[in-house]
């Protein structure tokens, strides 16, 4: 894996938003994929932040355009405006805070009934370095997020674990997604499928 892109290769633009309770620790996790940096006092978001990062993906590159919003409630009705057009989300939510779980799950509700069907979204249980404080259970974050449609890690920006692994795992979904989406290809699949029918 490489958070950089590969030389010569089709760059793929890509809006991604978090999302998650006050303190769960979205930004944390930007700041830990973007600048490889953590800080203990990490200042709670006001609006909303923009960072980008490239990550390259065997020999395709997705520039990631990431939207860091505000997990304060004062800011919810800002959402919609960073979520909207979004390819992918990460729900972020504290392991050792229930609470936080109950949030996310709200705003897993929120993304299904009003964003973009087709949106790539995760779900990171994030502070997964304080195992001794754990109130969610991993086997019940998993069971949701199959069942929604969201793939699902722990993470922890502090030690850095599954931080990049996340952000991988969204891009090589987008990638997969848009081959699948890929009209040129299915043209081109269409005419083989039509020279092999008639032979021409
Ligand atoms: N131990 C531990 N602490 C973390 C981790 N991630 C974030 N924190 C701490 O949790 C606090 C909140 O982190 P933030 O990244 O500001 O959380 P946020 O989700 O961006 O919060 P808002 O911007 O208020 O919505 C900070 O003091 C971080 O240092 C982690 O993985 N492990
Ligand atoms: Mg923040």
Redesign the pocket.
Known sequence: MAASAAAGSKIRNAKLV?L?????????????FVKGQ?????????GA?FFSQTLAVNDETVKFEIW?????ER?HSLAPMYYRGAAAAIV?Y?I?NAASFTRAKKWVQELQAQGNPNTVMALAG?????LEARQVPMEEAKTYAQENGLFFME?????A?NVNDVFYEIAKRLLQGQQAQNPQKICMLQRCCRRLRTGC
Do not use: C, H, P
Not at 68 to 72: K, R
Not at 126 to 130: F, G
């Open positions: 978090l998650g309770d006050v303190g769960a620790g979205k930004s944390s996790l930007v700041l830990r953590f800080v203990e006092f990490q200042e709670s978001t006001i932040a860091d919003t505000a997990g304060q800011y972020v504290d050792t994030n502070k997964a370095d304080m993470t922890s920006a502090k030690t674990t």
